[in-house]
């Protein structure tokens, strides 16, 4: 159970003050529900306001805060220029301050003539006339209001920074003083404040970096920490040996034979599997390095000792592909796979439900419902997680319950996660990577084009048809809602079909599972030729025929997320091509993201790239799913802080197994501050 101190900062946000409907959507968006969003919602930046009372004494360029005077309204004569209200210091300094917009009305309001006000905003050299362009407008006695150093926050749209400031505020209100947990003499090298302080301190200057410091190392050690209890138990828990002989595998009828980096992955794991100890190993391979092929090989080890495997994927296509896919390498093989979603209902339900308690069933895929309550199995040995970033330490929980003696753990990834990553969300988990890509892959070519040249890439999108070839057409993310994502998809493929009828096949998240199954089917197997897709093809999809990807809008697509879908192509024997579409007017970072995807197609590249331009949990693609993202510490926090947090936690468990001690016990609201509540639970008694 959550400590009662931390209570009022897991309230809902929905009880403060000034809380109203407008603002749902708006905190929605950024994940703020509770006080502790809240409160670890921290700057991103801030802005150094130049308190001044002279504008001869000010910068152009800054961000100033001075007491002037309105003296005169100067209306423009076209509609189009802006409204300026003259105003002066009380030296006599001139400046304008400028609004854009037709209604003047409200610029005379908020500045009567003759009355001083309390400006903010940016000084501006305008020809040789100083401007402040839409400042903020205070009583001369408010002006406290805005401190010198002001915090900038993350926001979305419907918010401002004052609102959000606001909110701060009252999450501060609610934060308790917590017992320390952190090692005493760490603190003391360190320096570092209380956690309610080291908050305070964040949030009233955001370039606190000590403070900073202390927050990124508490997430860290946390995150440590429940690792460290989750191996602790699996440890207590003892695994069973497997090693099976070979006779399935010998079956095999493969069209190709394995790679290098296969082989030594597979040898790896049948190490780990031969031990009593659970193996914990991760399978690193970028898109198409086969990692289908190394879980096949793992779970028919898993079979020919007598034991059953599961393999879970993180969404339904993804499910029924792998499924297909295993049963076709596995076709002529004395051996039942089976496939289970949230979909199958009824008496298929429980006929696969008996199947797998009596043991009928060998190999069981699926999405999460295969490890859910009522699914019972005869001996399961062997569990194969596929793109690990939807599976967290509880769902790692619910998988040790399904045996008497904990199930082999394998989960694949194509992120390629820095080691300082790796460290931090799995501990000591082992690694295998596939290096080697298997022989005769073309390479993709990868261009950019302005989107306003539609009209070509629907001619080379004709071109590449005729010939023979199938393509994906992703479209792009749209921020409003899923709603919106649906509409633009379905837009696209209505006026595709304008040009190429029944060729063109639709996929969106919102599509019912049936329909969505018969799009895909329909596209593997060459019926349609254009596939028009949400992100949903996002993982895993293999349709080796189709060598042309279009994305729209691929300025809006974060770097791993770009990576993952151009993986869709480039599957087969032909030369691929990915045709990135992008919008007119592109940032600094977007340009910077397209330009390396035309130049590498080198996952490890892109996600160390990704890591520069985003933070760790955009990388994981964990932001979303919340459960392992890092809210506060930055991957410099993690490279710097990870091993003495490992170290720290270390010491704590040998000492204080239970947590009972009353650092201990600081440790456990820790673990509670930061939602790793599963892993408290593993205590004994916890
Ligand atoms: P991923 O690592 O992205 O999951 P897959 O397992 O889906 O990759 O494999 C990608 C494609 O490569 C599949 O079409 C698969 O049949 C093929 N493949 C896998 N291993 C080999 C190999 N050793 N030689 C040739 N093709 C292979
Ligand atoms: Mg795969």
Same mark, same amino acid.
């Given at each position: 159970?959550?400590?009662?101190?931390?209570?009022? #900062?897991?309230?809902?946000?929905?009880?403060?003050?000034?809380?109203?409907?407008?603002?749902?959507?708006?905190?929605?968006?950024?994940?703020?529900?509770?006080?502790?969003?809240?409160?670890?919602?921290?700057?991103?930046?801030?802005?150094?306001?130049?308190?001044?009372?002279?504008?001869?004494?000010?910068?152009?360029?800054?961000?100033?805060?001075?007491?002037?005077?309105?003296?005169?309204?100067?209306?423009?004569?076209?509609?189009?220029?802006?409204?300026?209200?003259?105003?002066?210091?009380?030296?006599?300094?001139?400046?304008?301050?400028?609004?854009?917009?037709?209604?003047?009305?409200?610029?005379?309001?908020?500045?009567?003539?003759?009355?001083?006000?309390?400006?903010? %905003?940016?000084l501006e050299a305008y020809g040789d006339t100083l401007q402040i362009v839409h400042p903020d407008v205070l009583a001369p006695e408010d002006a406290h209001m805005l401190p010198a150093r002001e915090p900038v926050y993350g926001l979305s749209e419907g918010l401002t920074n004052n609102r959000m400031r606001d909110l701060v505020g009252q999450a501060l209100t609610r934060a308790p003083e917590l017992p320390e947990w952190i090692e005493?003499?760490?603190?003391?090298?360190?320096?570092?404040?209380?956690?309610?302080e080291a908050l305070a301190r964040v949030h009233a200057d955001p370039a606190d970096a000590m403070a900073r410091a202390r927050l990124a190392y508490d997430e860290i050690f946390a995150g440590q920490l429940a690792l460290m209890l989750v191996r602790q138990s699996s440890r207590r828990r003892r695994g069973v040996p497997i090693q099976g002989d070979g006779r399935l595998r010998d079956m095999l009828k493969l069209p190709f034979a394995?790679?290098?980096?296969?082989?030594?992955?597979?040898?790896?794991?049948? %190490?780990?599997?031969?031990?009593?100890?659970?193996?914990?190993?991760?399978?690193?391979?970028?898109?198409?390095?086969?990692?289908?092929?190394?879980?096949?090989?793992? #779970?028919?080890?898993?079979?020919?000792?007598?034991?059953?495997?599961?393999? =879970?994927?993180?969404? +339904?296509?993804?499910?029924?592909?792998?499924?297909?896919?295993?049963?076709?390498?596995?076709?002529?093989?004395?051996?039942?796979?089976?496939?289970?979603? &949230?979909?199958?209902?009824?008496?298929?339900?429980?006929?696969?439900?008996?199947?797998?308690?009596? %043991?009928?069933?060998?190999?069981?895929?699926?999405?999460?419902?295969?490890?859910?309550?009522?699914?019972?199995?005869?001996?399961?040995? #062997?569990?194969?997680?596929? +793109?690990?970033?939807?599976?967290?330490?509880?769902?790692?929980?619910?998988?040790?319950?399904?045996?008497?003696?904990?199930?082999? =753990?394998?989960?694949?990834?194509?992120?390629?996660?820095?080691?300082?990553?790796?460290?931090?969300?799995? !501990?000591?988990?082992?690694?295998?990577?596939?290096?080697?890509?298997?022989?005769?892959?073309?390479?993709?070519?990868?261009?950019?084009?302005?989107?306003?040249?539609?009209?070509?890439?629907?001619?080379?999108?004709?071109?590449?048809?005729? %010939?023979?070839?199938?393509?994906?057409?992703?479209?792009?993310?749209?921020?409003?809602?899923?709603?919106?994502?649906?509409?633009?998809?379905?837009?696209?493929?209505?006026?595709?079909?304008?040009?190429? !009828?029944?060729?063109?096949? #639709?996929?969106?998240? *919102?599509?019912?599972?049936?329909?969505?199954?018969?799009?895909?089917?329909?596209?593997?197997?060459?019926?349609?030729?254009?596939?028009?897709?949400?992100?949903?093809?996002?993982? &895993?999809?293999?349709?080796?025929?189709?060598? =042309?990807?279009?994305?729209?809008?691929?300025?809006?697509?974060?770097?791993?997320?770009?990576?993952?879908?151009?993986?869709?192509? !480039?599957? &087969?024997?032909?030369?691929?091509?990915?045709?990135?579409?992008?919008?007119?007017?592109?940032? +600094?970072?977007?340009?910077?993201?397209?330009?390396?995807?035309?130049?590498?197609?080198?996952?490890?590249?892109?996600?160390?790239?990704?890591?520069?331009?985003?933070?760790?949990?955009?990388?994981?693609?964990? *932001?979303?799913?919340?459960?392992?993202?890092?809210?506060?510490?930055?991957?410099?926090?993690?490279?710097?802080?990870?091993?003495?947090? *490992?170290?720290?936690?270390?010491?704590?468990i040998e000492r204080d197994g239970g947590l009972d001690s009353a650092r201990g016990q600081a440790a456990r609201t820790c673990l509670y501050l930061f939602e790793k509540d599963a892993a408290v639970g593993l205590l004994r008694g916890g």
């Amino acid at each position: 159970m959550r400590p009662d101190i931390l209570n009022p #900062l897991f309230a809902e946000i929905s009880l403060f003050k000034g809380i109203g409907p407008a603002l749902a959507r708006p905190l929605e968006r950024l994940g703020l529900a509770r006080a502790v969003d809240v409160a670890f919602h921290l700057p991103v930046s801030w802005v150094d306001r130049h308190l001044t009372d002279r504008l001869d004494m000010a910068d152009a360029g800054r961000v100033v805060g001075i007491e002037l005077t309105p003296v005169d309204y100067r209306a423009s004569g076209s509609a189009r220029a802006p409204f300026r209200v003259d105003a002066v210091d009380r030296y006599g300094n001139h400046v304008a301050l400028v609004y854009f917009g037709k209604n003047s009305g409200w610029p005379r309001k908020l500045l009567p003539l003759g009355e001083p006000k309390y400006i903010s %905003g940016k000084l501006e050299a305008y020809g040789d006339t100083l401007q402040i362009v839409h400042p903020d407008v205070l009583a001369p006695e408010d002006a406290h209001m805005l401190p010198a150093r002001e915090p900038v926050y993350g926001l979305s749209e419907g918010l401002t920074n004052n609102r959000m400031r606001d909110l701060v505020g009252q999450a501060l209100t609610r934060a308790p003083e917590l017992p320390e947990w952190i090692e005493p003499s760490l603190l003391a090298r360190k320096d570092w404040p209380a956690w309610r302080e080291a908050l305070a301190r964040v949030h009233a200057d955001p370039a606190d970096a000590m403070a900073r410091a202390r927050l990124a190392y508490d997430e860290i050690f946390a995150g440590q920490l429940a690792l460290m209890l989750v191996r602790q138990s699996s440890r207590r828990r003892r695994g069973v040996p497997i090693q099976g002989d070979g006779r399935l595998r010998d079956m095999l009828k493969l069209p190709f034979a394995p790679t290098g980096a296969q082989r030594r992955a597979t040898a790896e794991i049948e %190490g780990d599997m031969a031990q009593a100890t659970p193996m914990l190993r991760l399978l690193q391979g970028d898109v198409g390095s086969g990692k289908t092929l190394v879980a096949l090989m793992a #779970l028919l080890n898993a079979v020919e000792a007598g034991m059953q495997g599961a393999m =879970l994927a993180p969404t +339904e296509i993804l499910a029924r592909q792998h499924y297909e896919t295993l049963r076709k390498m596995a076709s002529g093989l004395p051996i039942a796979i089976a496939i289970l979603t &949230g979909r199958d209902k009824g008496k298929a339900r429980e006929a696969t439900l008996m199947g797998l308690a009596d %043991g009928s069933i060998d190999i069981l895929v699926g999405t999460h419902a295969i490890f859910q309550e009522a699914v019972q199995y005869k001996a399961l040995g #062997l569990a194969v997680i596929d +793109e690990q970033h939807r599976f967290g330490v509880a769902q790692r929980m619910m998988l040790a319950s399904k045996a008497e003696r904990s199930p082999h =753990l394998l989960v694949m990834t194509a992120t390629p996660i820095p080691r300082t990553l790796t460290l931090t969300y799995y !501990g000591e988990m082992e690694v295998s990577r596939l290096d080697e890509m298997p022989p005769g892959r073309q390479p993709i070519q990868t261009l950019v084009m302005a989107a306003t040249r539609l009209d070509e890439v629907v001619e080379a999108l004709a071109r590449h048809v005729e %010939g023979g070839g199938q393509a994906y057409w992703v479209c792009p993310l749209v921020e409003e809602s899923e709603t919106s994502d649906q509409a633009a998809a379905e837009m696209r493929a209505e006026s595709l079909r304008e040009r190429f !009828g029944a060729r063109v096949g #639709l996929v969106h998240g *919102r599509m019912k599972g049936p329909d969505k199954d018969a799009a895909m089917e329909a596209f593997a197997a060459n019926r349609t030729q254009i596939l028009v897709a949400t992100t949903v093809i996002e993982v &895993g999809v293999d349709v080796p025929n189709s060598s =042309l990807i279009i994305i729209e809008g691929a300025d809006r697509f974060g770097l791993a997320q770009l990576h993952q879908l151009r993986g869709r192509v !480039g599957r &087969g024997d032909k030369p691929s091509t990915c045709l990135l579409l992008r919008g007119n007017a592109l940032g +600094e970072t977007s340009r910077a993201r397209l330009a390396l995807m035309r130049e590498t197609n080198d996952g490890f590249r892109i996600a160390e790239a990704d890591l520069e331009l985003r933070g760790a949990g955009e990388v994981l693609g964990t *932001r979303q799913s919340g459960e392992a993202a890092l809210k506060v510490a930055t991957p410099e926090h993690v490279a710097a802080l990870v091993d003495s947090a *490992r170290d720290d936690a270390h010491l704590l468990i040998e000492r204080d197994g239970g947590l009972d001690s009353a650092r201990g016990q600081a440790a456990r609201t820790c673990l509670y501050l930061f939602e790793k509540d599963a892993a408290v639970g593993l205590l004994r008694g916890g």
